[in-house]
């Protein structure tokens, strides 16, 4: 079995008990989503493991395959997992309020190589949706431990309008939810470590009210807010509209409308995932073994971090995709780069 091209994976559809009860169009159609889904996991060598959809690797986890080709996936010498995770969120009723904690907490507290950052771009919204982004003006560590002991914790978040087109960066401490009425394209690190401030008072899908992890949250919470919007960044690329929506330590987030061929080439070469939201097009590998492969709206292609570049070839009305990438600390961040 050769060492893989671009490879298209399986999304892994979740229900939950905040789910909308159904997806809105066109995405529904994308993805044959039932009701009751509130997640669908993209791109995941973690938990809910994304698997590949065709193809010689067909079949196989993407643990799997970057345990046979840590390298030429990972683009690591020493191996090492997928460090991020790509999904949508679907929201009908109100997240629990959390945080995550940094990867220096996650190991002191969880025994985890990584905490959790994250962002959030909006692919549709209702009118009047919010999310909560950090704490209201003039609340600092001490009001928010107060209101946590009052049962108060609503009164001192900030409720900020989210709108489609919207992207908000979260990083690890910072007090957040999503609230209902978003479909929401989520990439963070590949981390599950949770704390629990408040959950409206829900039950579980057992009945019970959820766990809450309240002194954790208190520990690992970096007072900030209210959060807006993250400004975009015109990025120049040959063949496409490309923005940078998000750029954090470890991963960024692009938007790309290609129109006609763009090379996508990233140095240093670092692990991608290519998510396709609107539009039909080609995917290839110039110069390489694999066969040109067909682009269509709800398709994820991992992108090995050994084949450095690859093609996109949009189809007469467009093409509109998603680019994540990790973005190892020690390095530049490859969704800064120019092609």
Same mark, same amino acid.
């Given at each position: 079995m050769r060492r893989p091209g671009p490879l298209l994976l399986e999304p892994v559809l979740l229900p939950k008990v905040w789910a909308a009860d159904r997806l809105p169009r066109p995405w529904r159609d994308d993805f044959d989503a039932p009701p009751g889904i509130g997640e669908i996991w993209l791109a995941s060598a973690r938990g809910?493991?994304?698997?590949?959809?065709?193809?010689?690797?067909?079949?196989m986890g993407l643990d799997q395959v970057i345990a046979r080709w840590p390298e030429w996936v990972l683009g690591q010498a020493d191996g090492g997992e997928l460090p991020i995770l790509v999904k949508l969120l679907s929201v009908g009723q109100w997240l629990s309020v959390q945080v995550h904690p940094d990867d220096q907490a996650a190991r002191r507290l969880e025994n985890e190589p990584w905490g959790k950052s994250e962002a959030w771009h909006v692919l549709a919204a209702e009118a009047g949706a919010e999310i909560i982004h950090g704490l209201a003006v003039g609340v600092d560590a001490a009001a928010v431990a107060k209101a946590v002991a009052g049962g108060r914790l609503p009164e001192v978040l900030a409720r900020v309008p989210a709108k489609a087109g919207d992207t908000f960066h979260l990083p690890a401490g910072t007090v957040h939810a999503t609230g209902p009425g978003?479909?929401?394209?989520?990439?963070?690190?590949?981390?599950?470590?949770?704390?629990?401030?408040?959950?409206?008072?829900?039950?579980?899908?057992?009945?019970? /009210?959820?766990t809450l992890h309240q002194? #954790? @949250? *208190?520990?690992?919470?970096?007072?900030?807010? /209210?959060?807006?919007?993250?400004?975009? #960044? @015109? *990025?120049?690329?040959?063949?496409?509209e490309r923005e940078l929506l998000v750029s954090d330590e470890h991963f960024a987030l692009a938007r790309c409308r290609v129109r006609r061929a763009w090379l996508v080439e990233r140095r240093p070469a670092v692990v991608r995932v290519l998510y396709v939201a609107q539009g039909r097009g080609r995917l290839s590998v110039p110069g390489g073994p694999w066969e040109e492969q067909e682009l269509s709206p709800g398709q994820s292609w991992l992108i090995p971090a050994g084949l450095g570049r690859c093609q996109v070839s949009g189809g007469p009305e467009g093409l509109t995709l998603f680019e994540c990438a990790a973005a190892p600390p020690a390095q530049d961040n490859p969704a800064t780069r120019g092609d």
């Amino acid at each position: 079995m050769r060492r893989p091209g671009p490879l298209l994976l399986e999304p892994v559809l979740l229900p939950k008990v905040w789910a909308a009860d159904r997806l809105p169009r066109p995405w529904r159609d994308d993805f044959d989503a039932p009701p009751g889904i509130g997640e669908i996991w993209l791109a995941s060598a973690r938990g809910h493991v994304t698997k590949v959809a065709r193809g010689e690797h067909a079949g196989m986890g993407l643990d799997q395959v970057i345990a046979r080709w840590p390298e030429w996936v990972l683009g690591q010498a020493d191996g090492g997992e997928l460090p991020i995770l790509v999904k949508l969120l679907s929201v009908g009723q109100w997240l629990s309020v959390q945080v995550h904690p940094d990867d220096q907490a996650a190991r002191r507290l969880e025994n985890e190589p990584w905490g959790k950052s994250e962002a959030w771009h909006v692919l549709a919204a209702e009118a009047g949706a919010e999310i909560i982004h950090g704490l209201a003006v003039g609340v600092d560590a001490a009001a928010v431990a107060k209101a946590v002991a009052g049962g108060r914790l609503p009164e001192v978040l900030a409720r900020v309008p989210a709108k489609a087109g919207d992207t908000f960066h979260l990083p690890a401490g910072t007090v957040h939810a999503t609230g209902p009425g978003l479909l929401i394209l989520e990439i963070q690190q590949a981390s599950d470590v949770t704390y629990r401030f408040y959950d409206w008072d829900r039950l579980g899908d057992d009945g019970r /009210p959820r766990t809450l992890h309240q002194e #954790r @949250a *208190l520990e690992v919470m970096r007072p900030s807010g /209210p959060g807006r919007p993250a400004p975009r #960044r @015109a *990025l120049p690329a040959e063949g496409a509209e490309r923005e940078l929506l998000v750029s954090d330590e470890h991963f960024a987030l692009a938007r790309c409308r290609v129109r006609r061929a763009w090379l996508v080439e990233r140095r240093p070469a670092v692990v991608r995932v290519l998510y396709v939201a609107q539009g039909r097009g080609r995917l290839s590998v110039p110069g390489g073994p694999w066969e040109e492969q067909e682009l269509s709206p709800g398709q994820s292609w991992l992108i090995p971090a050994g084949l450095g570049r690859c093609q996109v070839s949009g189809g007469p009305e467009g093409l509109t995709l998603f680019e994540c990438a990790a973005a190892p600390p020690a390095q530049d961040n490859p969704a800064t780069r120019g092609d």
